[in-house]
């Protein structure tokens, strides 16, 4: 605890923290770099408070350190703080502007360029989807055609016996079929056969 106390004074004071690093960091990122340090010892302050409580025997029972999910749940807040109040993790203070013969030259900022690679990957996704709904359609149309030809036509794409060019159409298979089924009907046999 004590060393954690020199260690956050010598970074006010603006001596090395973390091996030497403060020293090269930029004011907000030794910002967060101080606010991560109070964090930490705060977390364990409130472990330590914690642990010295005495239980009930109801909560013995139930679970031998209940405090551990209060504690992950703040450790988790606690931690995502820094990240929320970090400006390091953005252009800005880092030079983005232009000049004007670079403007004129047709050099973008940083801004355009992202707002632009933005933009593009957005509508890339967006036609990714539309592809992708459209390939769908087809693929369930497709498997309705497959289900009409085998269960009302019989016909399988995968069948050689029937996978062959042909002239014929199906108005004369049906002419075919209802001339031999009409000739082998018994007055038709008499007549034909006489």
């Known amino acids: 605890m004590e060393a954690v106390r020199g260690q956050r004074s010598k970074s006010d004071?603006?001596?090395?923290?973390?091996?030497g690093q403060c020293g090269t960091m930029l004011p907000h990122q030794k910002c967060a770099w101080l606010l991560l340090e109070?964090?930490?010892?705060?977390?364990?302050?409130?472990?330590?408070?914690?642990?010295?409580l005495p239980l009930s025997p109801s909560e013995q029972a139930l679970s031998p350190r209940p405090h551990c999910r209060i504690m992950r749940k703040l450790a988790l807040a606690v931690l995502l703080l820094p990240l929320a109040a970090c400006h390091s993790f953005t252009w800005t203070g880092h030079g983005t502007g232009l000049s004007a013969e670079q403007r004129q030259n047709g050099i973008k900022d940083v801004t355009a360029l992202s707002n632009k690679y933005e933009?593009?990957?957005?509508?890339?996704d967006v036609r990714r989807r539309i592809d992708g709904r459209n390939n769908a359609f087809g693929r369930d149309l497709m498997a309705i055609q497959d289900f009409i030809d085998q269960y009302f036509w019989n016909y399988d794409a995968n069948d050689p016996a029937v996978n062959y060019p042909s002239n014929t159409t199906k108005f004369e298979h049906f002419g075919r079929f209802t001339?031999?089924?009409?000739?082998s009907l018994p007055p038709v046999d008499e007549l034909t056969s006489r």
């Not at 004071?13 to 091996?19: A, F, W």
């Not at 933009?119 to 890339?124: A, H, L, M, N």
């Not at 001339?179 to 000739?183: D, G, K, Q």
């Open 13 to 19: 004071s603006g001596g090395s923290c973390n091996g």
């Open 38 to 52: 109070n964090t930490v010892d705060s977390i364990r302050r409130v472990r330590s408070f914690l642990a010295r």
């Open 179 to 183: 001339l031999i089924t009409a000739t």
């Open 119 to 124: 933009t593009e990957t957005f509508f890339k």
